[in-house]
């Protein structure tokens, strides 16, 4: 006797199953071409003419070209900078009505530099400042992520700054998308391959 298929676990199988197709598609469709249109805006920006730094984060003015004034460095660190060895990163003063400014002033191989630097004119590019939130972290406090002036003249002694770079900017939805339908597939193929165990072995469920 032929066995009947469970109505409720296929109902929510199939849900789920629905519910990662419509994820990939979100991913493919609408996240994907948004984020390739971000990127040749983002693209576009170094050759666009220099202007103030921002007072306030905005994320299509990446690598765009800018300029500003520190009035007096507050804190001075070091960061991670990968074959570059580490960042020297400058809290400034703008003024008393500013938000201030975080200029990186260039990079050194030494994990102990102490670097003065009195503060004056920068120029350079704008780029993400370095932030210390985790993953799981950023899921759940979306405040914009702070600027940065990146010095395209190097500061108090330091090694110069890499140049900007687009391809730093990820761009993943194509392979979410992926991952998304082969989860798809693979909970079809496993939820198929239980059914059909079932009907040789399992219990007839009305």
Known sequence: MTRRIPIIPTILVTL???AMIGLGLWQLLDRLPKKEAFLAQLAANPAKPTMAFPRFPDETLLFRRAAGLCLQPTGIKLAGAGKSGFRAIAECRTGAEGPGMIVQLGTTRDPMAEVTWAGGEVSGYISHAPDGRSLIGSLFDHTPQ??????????AGLSPNGKPDIASVPNNHLAYAGQW????????IIYALAL???SRTGPDVR
């Open 181 to 188: 339908f082969f989860f798809a597939a693979i909970a079809a």
């Open 146 to 155: 702070r600027l940065m002036l990146v010095a395209d003249t190097p500061q």
């Open 16 to 18: 789920a199953i629905a």
């Open 196 to 198: 059909r165990r079932r």
